[in-house]
């Protein structure tokens, strides 16, 4: 694999221009998000010989702004005990593992091992967890002798070990999901673990088998209150179906992971943020996520022929009130803004029922803002060949939808485009919002109030976008303020 692009990589038809995606053959979720010297590290499950899901390695890019991606060399790849399936990675500051010196604090990844061969003859203890090191910062990597570091007790899903550092208890924590609920075991040296606690069997949704955990601390937004979240990805039985990410917030106390939320809350509605998980030691204390731009639904069927998938942009969380309660956002890192070319801000102003269209050359590599108090609207987004796009704000039902599905090429799985995508709006604040738009060459992301509300979906126009209808669809006036339409700026 070339380490650097030259200017006629990343042309193909849907080829995101700045979403990171691999430059050849099959990735699905982002592994061992972990800063270390002034690198941002991606790893991901990659699959370099075919554009669809095989024996999984961990493939490998590195950033320094969290914009622009260098390819590196893939990094793991599987071995006697199985492929290698998901995990986290840790900078190992105070060498507990041994594995690198006083000096030369080692990179420790944490892995979950798939033995393929088990799984086919019908066993349930196919998956256990094993570790790496890296005393170079990422670029090679050694597989730890004594792996695997956890076995399996005859659990069939038991993967995707989150490793971060606990200050509460002093001790590495992982955790781990077992089918369907979490594992949070804790450690002083990475290699020996001790189970301490279980958490979810009765709470939240239960449609599918859950998946890549995270959990963290966060302090609500204008307070000194701080709630610990716990991300959890669920395939199947996302809202919109297939393949999604729930949330719980709650207290853990270095051991134990509780909360008393009772209703499933989604940390993006849409179709395509699947297996998202945040950086280990990200400056600042930021709490940086990203996420597997697909669904497993339709993932190995997606009409690209060089590569498959790619990521969300990277994007912030932050806890804020609204109402009587927290609400996890997410939203693009601050400086995803310098990607955004400046381009005059306007102001539409719609009559009953009215609606406005504006022409571009194309829409699909386009940031769409505005702020508003409107709460009934449309926004279409067509192309010659009169495909389109639909986002629609309903303030009577309450529910903003994204309708796709007769977006462009939709036909190449039932689940891709069978159904209008809905998101309930339950507590936007009275007065005006923000709405943000990222339309790339083959996907949209919406954020509504600056992260509270948010949908990412895949899509394959035909055709460029040319034309955005804008819709005022109320018996009354409506201001859209600062409107403006920008290009985004490729990162390759
Ligand atoms: C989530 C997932 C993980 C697993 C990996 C395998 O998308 O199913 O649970 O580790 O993908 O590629």
Known sequence: ???????????????????????????????????????????????????????????HATST??????????????????????????VDRNNTSGLGTADTPPLVAVFTYHDAEGEKEGRTDFQTQGIAYSLDN?????????????????????????????????????????????????????????KESEFGKEQGAHGGVWECPDLFPLTVEGTDMEKWVLLISINPGAPNGGS?????????????????????????????????????????????????????????DTPTERWRSAMTVPRNLSLKQTGKEYSLFNYPLKNFDTLIQKSPRR?????????????????????????????????????????????????????????????????????????????????????PYEVMILLDWSSVEVFINQGQYVMTAQLFPSEPYEILEVENTSAKAMDFIDFEISGIKSIW
């Open 138 to 194: 990422g670029d090679t990597w050694t597989k730890h002798e004594g792996n695997p570091v956890i076995g399996n007790e005859g659990i069939k899903d038991f993967r995707d070990p989150k490793v971060f550092w606990n200050h509460i208890a002093e001790q590495w924590t992982m955790l781990l999901v077992a089918g369907d609920h979490l594992q949070i075991w804790n450690s002083h040296d990475l290699i020996r673990w001790k």
């Open 65 to 90: 702004d969290m914009l622009h991606w260098t390819h590196k060399p893939i990094a793991l790849f599987p071995d006697k005990h199985g492929y290698i399936f998901s995990g986290s990675a840790v």
């Open 244 to 300: 999604g990410t729930q949330y719980f917030i709650g207290d853990f106390d270095g051991t134990t992971f509780s909360s008393d939320q009772k209703e499933d809350r989604w940390l993006d509605w849409g179709t395509d943020n699947y297996a998202g998980v945040t950086y280990n030691h990200a400056p600042k204390g930021d709490r940086i996520f990203i996420g597997w731009m697909s669904n497993w639904d339709y993932a190995r």
């Open 347 to 431: 102001e539409i102003t719609l009559t009953a029922n009215e609606s406005e269209r504006i022409l571009s050359e194309n829409f699909n590599q386009t940031a769409i803002r505005f702020t508003t108090t409107a709460r009934d609207f449309e926004l279409s987004f067509k192309n010659k060949l009169n495909e389109h796009l639909r986002l629609t704000m309903d303030g009577d039902r309450k529910m903003f939808s994204l309708d796709r599905t007769q977006s462009g090429k939709t036909d190449f799985k039932e689940e891709f485009g069978n159904k209008v995508h809905q998101m309930p709006i339950e507590s936007l604040p009275d007065g």
């Open 1 to 59: 694999m070339k380490s650097v692009l030259t200017s006629e990589d990343y042309k193909e038809a849907y080829r995101p221009q700045y979403h990171f995606s691999p430059q050849d053959k099959w990735m699905n979720d982002p592994n061992g998000l972990v800063y270390h010297q002034g690198i941002y590290h991606l790893f991901y499950q990659y699959y370099p010989d075919d554009i669809v899901w095989g024996p999984m390695h961990w493939g």
